[in-house]
């Protein structure tokens, strides 16, 4: 996911590290989707500039970003990380979303997985540009939202920060 808040000109273009990517518009949501998936199989969703989710290759949910506020992994919930600016720094505020938030944090983003499952099913999505070319999208993106269905435990293990040395 970038790490940039500012808005993507072409997420397509700049998404590189996804191949296979295309760029979709699918019956019933307002937004351009850009699907892709990293060479170790994680799948990144852009709904539009937000929200974004990202899925580890067994479907679950490693990391998100939502009305302009990172989620990652923790183990059995998500960590909220909220950008807090200072003149000299950037730091990001850690807290953890409690079982009621982490409920609504589901179902707002498995509406939107459904809005996506029902347009492959019906077959009225578009693909408008994707790399490489003539991939079956509809296919691949629809094996992939059932294993993000049928996952369990929902959420990845924690996402463990490597450090490297300078």
């Given at each position: 996911?970038?790490?940039?808040?500012?808005?993507?000109?072409?997420?397509?273009?700049e998404?590189?590290?996804?191949?296979?990517?295309?760029?979709?518009?699918?019956?019933?949501?307002?937004?351009?989707?850009?699907?892709g998936?990293?060479?170790?199989?994680?799948?990144?969703?852009?709904?539009?500039?937000?929200?974004?989710?990202?899925?580890?290759?067994?479907?679950?949910?490693?990391?998100?970003?939502?009305?302009?506020?990172?989620?990652?992994?923790?183990?059995?919930t998500?960590?909220?990380?909220?950008?807090?600016?200072?003149?000299?720094?950037?730091?990001?505020?850690?807290?953890?979303?409690?079982?009621?938030?982490?409920?609504?944090?589901?179902?707002?983003?498995?509406?939107?997985?459904?809005?996506?499952?029902?347009?492959?099913?019906?077959?009225?999505?578009?693909?408008?540009?994707?790399?490489?070319?003539?991939?079956?999208?509809?296919?691949?993106?629809?094996?992939?939202?059932?294993?993000?269905?049928?996952?369990?435990?929902?959420?990845?293990g924690?996402?463990?920060?490597?450090?490297?040395?300078?």
């Amino acid at each position: 996911m970038a790490g940039n808040e500012s808005d993507r000109e072409d997420l397509l273009r700049e998404a590189v590290a996804l191949v296979p990517r295309a760029e979709l518009q699918v019956n019933g949501l307002p937004d351009l989707l850009t699907a892709g998936y990293r060479s170790s199989g994680i799948l990144s969703l852009y709904f539009g500039q937000d929200p974004v989710y990202q899925f580890d290759p067994a479907g679950r949910l490693r990391r998100a970003f939502e009305n302009g506020l990172l989620y990652r992994t923790a183990s059995h919930t998500l960590a909220r990380l909220r950008r807090v600016r200072s003149e000299n720094e950037v730091t990001l505020q850690r807290s953890d979303l409690n079982p009621e938030e982490l409920s609504h944090f589901r179902i707002r983003m498995q509406t939107l997985l459904i809005t996506l499952q029902h347009a492959l099913e019906e077959n009225t999505t578009i693909v408008i540009r994707c790399v490489p070319p003539d991939h079956n999208w509809n296919t691949l993106l629809l094996e992939s939202l059932t294993k993000i269905q049928n996952a369990d435990p929902w959420l990845a293990g924690a996402i463990v920060r490597r450090h490297t040395e300078r």
